[in-house]
């Protein structure tokens, strides 16, 4: 159960105060893109994705897209954002999660220190069992949408009996209760 345990919990993305990861000394945040920085099946970044990654980087952080998805869908994507932003938007596609094998050596080769790193996503299979193989901080998000790619739907139904533990137990952190 330990690899399943985020160090903490937000409804959405969008509701974190950027003073939260400053407080908490990371510098890099690693972001799941579908269902957590933007719905599945949107094909360029919403307004809330834009105003989110914009503060994010305005506030001297780096964001660094973690996604299972494909090179052309993720790339598509971070195309969409304002030519100020997107240069600054490194990605990894493919990336396996939750194994981190690809995202570490990403890392070590872009001189990124794993203890100034944040893993923000969805879902605990893998983006969460990701950031704790990778001995990294983690924040578990709700998805944005009910509505998920046919691949996903497995890991959904064990992601909620999974959910469902944590809670009963306690160990779902609110990120407002670690902020102040």
Request: aromatic share 12%; proline share 2%.
């Amino acid at each position: 159960m330990k690899k399943f345990i985020p160090s903490f919990y937000s409804k959405n993305i969008f509701e974190i105060n950027i003073d939260f990861f400053l407080k908490n000394n990371f510098k890099y945040i690693l972001c799941d893109l579908d269902n957590t920085l933007d719905a599945y099946f949107n094909k360029k970044p919403s307004q809330f994705a834009k105003n989110f990654v914009k503060k994010i980087i305005d506030s001297g952080l780096d964001i660094i897209i973690v996604s299972n998805n494909s090179k052309k869908r993720v790339k598509n994507y971070c195309d969409g954002f304002d030519a100020q932003y997107k240069n600054k938007i490194k990605f990894v596609s493919r990336a396996l999660k939750p194994y981190k094998f690809k995202v570490k050596k990403f890392l070590l080769l872009n001189n990124i220190p794993l203890n100034k790193c944040i893993m923000v996503g969805d879902q605990i299979l893998t983006d969460i069992k990701f950031a704790n193989n990778l001995k990294i901080s983690s924040l578990l998000t709700e998805e944005l949408e009910n509505k998920n790619q046919f691949i996903s739907l497995i890991n959904k139904k064990i992601d909620k009996i999974i959910r469902r533990k944590l809670l009963k137990r306690n160990l779902l952190k609110n990120w407002r209760d670690i902020y102040g």
